[in-house]
Protein backbone atom coordinates (compact mmCIF):
# COMPACT_ATOMS: atom_id res chain seq x y z
CA UNK A 1 0.00 0.00 0.00
CA UNK A 2 1.18 3.32 -0.77
CA UNK A 3 1.81 5.67 1.68
CA UNK A 4 3.05 9.77 1.06
CA UNK A 5 3.79 11.98 3.70
CA UNK A 6 3.86 15.90 3.01
CA UNK A 7 5.98 18.25 4.98
CA UNK A 8 6.83 21.58 4.51
CA UNK A 9 4.19 23.66 4.70
CA UNK A 10 3.17 27.08 6.86
CA UNK A 11 2.73 30.52 6.97
CA UNK A 12 4.32 33.21 4.82
CA UNK A 13 4.23 36.48 3.63
CA UNK A 14 3.41 37.24 -0.09
CA UNK A 15 6.90 36.85 -2.29
CA UNK A 16 8.24 34.25 0.36
CA UNK A 17 9.41 30.97 -0.32
CA UNK A 18 8.33 27.38 0.84
CA UNK A 19 9.76 24.02 -0.14
CA UNK A 20 7.54 21.09 0.15
CA UNK A 21 8.99 17.39 0.69
CA UNK A 22 7.04 14.02 0.32
CA UNK A 23 8.16 10.83 1.21
CA UNK A 24 6.69 7.63 -0.66
CA UNK A 25 6.59 4.82 0.12
CA UNK A 26 4.89 1.18 -1.01
CA UNK A 27 5.74 1.70 -4.63
CA UNK A 28 8.85 1.58 -6.67
CA UNK A 29 9.34 5.39 -6.93
CA UNK A 30 11.80 5.18 -9.68
CA UNK A 31 9.00 3.84 -11.93
CA UNK A 32 6.20 6.84 -11.40
CA UNK A 33 5.47 10.18 -12.38
CA UNK A 34 4.30 12.12 -9.89
CA UNK A 35 2.71 15.45 -9.22
CA UNK A 36 1.87 18.15 -6.90
CA UNK A 37 -1.98 18.70 -6.12
CA UNK A 38 -3.43 21.34 -4.24
CA UNK A 39 -6.96 21.91 -3.02
CA UNK A 40 -8.17 25.18 -1.78
CA UNK A 41 -11.32 25.59 0.11
CA UNK A 42 -14.36 25.96 -2.20
CA UNK A 43 -12.26 24.93 -5.41
CA UNK A 44 -11.46 21.61 -6.92
CA UNK A 45 -8.05 20.12 -6.76
CA UNK A 46 -6.02 20.72 -9.01
CA UNK A 47 -2.44 19.38 -10.23
CA UNK A 48 0.00 22.09 -10.55
CA UNK A 49 3.06 20.67 -11.42
CA UNK A 50 4.36 16.65 -12.46
CA UNK A 51 8.01 15.41 -13.31
CA UNK A 52 8.14 12.32 -14.88
CA UNK A 53 10.46 9.00 -14.11
CA UNK A 54 12.53 10.73 -16.00
CA UNK A 55 12.76 13.71 -15.12
CA UNK A 56 10.50 16.12 -17.18
CA UNK A 57 8.60 18.33 -15.59
CA UNK A 58 5.57 20.05 -16.51
CA UNK A 59 3.64 23.00 -14.81
CA UNK A 60 0.05 24.63 -14.60
CA UNK A 61 -0.05 28.44 -15.94
CA UNK A 62 -0.48 29.63 -12.60
CA UNK A 63 2.78 28.62 -11.25
CA UNK A 64 4.70 28.52 -14.36
CA UNK A 65 8.16 30.22 -13.55
CA UNK A 66 7.33 30.33 -9.30
CA UNK A 67 7.28 26.71 -8.56
CA UNK A 68 9.84 24.06 -9.33
CA UNK A 69 8.99 20.33 -9.03
CA UNK A 70 12.09 18.08 -8.64
CA UNK A 71 12.63 14.09 -7.32
CA UNK A 72 15.43 12.35 -4.85
CA UNK A 73 15.16 8.67 -6.56
CA UNK A 74 17.44 7.84 -3.49
CA UNK A 75 15.39 8.97 -1.13
CA UNK A 76 12.25 8.36 -2.66
CA UNK A 77 10.75 11.84 -2.40
CA UNK A 78 9.59 14.81 -4.61
CA UNK A 79 10.00 18.11 -3.66
CA UNK A 80 7.87 21.49 -4.90
CA UNK A 81 10.09 24.53 -4.45
CA UNK A 82 7.67 27.51 -4.18
CA UNK A 83 8.48 31.27 -4.37
CA UNK A 84 7.08 34.24 -5.39
CA UNK A 85 4.14 32.79 -2.98
CA UNK A 86 0.65 34.73 -3.78
CA UNK A 87 -2.29 34.46 -1.20
CA UNK A 88 -3.83 32.72 -3.99
CA UNK A 89 -1.41 29.90 -3.67
CA UNK A 90 -3.01 29.47 -0.30
CA UNK A 91 -4.48 25.61 0.23
CA UNK A 92 -3.74 21.81 1.06
CA UNK A 93 -0.80 20.12 -0.59
CA UNK A 94 -0.83 16.96 -1.58
CA UNK A 95 1.26 14.70 -4.02
CA UNK A 96 0.64 11.70 -5.17
CA UNK A 97 1.23 9.63 -8.56
CA UNK A 98 0.43 11.31 -11.59
CA UNK A 99 -2.49 10.71 -12.60
CA UNK A 100 -3.57 9.96 -9.09
CA UNK A 101 -4.71 7.36 -7.40
CA UNK A 102 -7.28 7.15 -4.58
CA UNK A 103 -4.48 6.96 -1.63
CA UNK A 104 -3.60 10.52 -0.09
CA UNK A 105 -1.37 11.50 2.82
CA UNK A 106 -2.59 14.10 4.93
CA UNK A 107 -1.23 16.88 3.07
CA UNK A 108 0.88 20.18 4.29
CA UNK A 109 -1.27 23.77 4.94
CA UNK A 110 0.56 26.76 2.60
CA UNK A 111 -1.27 29.77 3.55
CA UNK A 112 0.09 33.15 2.07
CA UNK A 113 -1.01 36.30 3.88
CA UNK A 114 0.55 39.11 5.26
Known amino acids: QMQLVESGGGLVQPGGSLRLSCAVS????????MGWYRQAPGKQRELVAS???????NYADSVKGRFTISRDNAKNTVYLQMNGLKPEDTAVYHCNTAPYTNVWGQGTQVTVSS
Open 26 to 33: GLTFIFHD
Open 51 to 57: ITSGGST
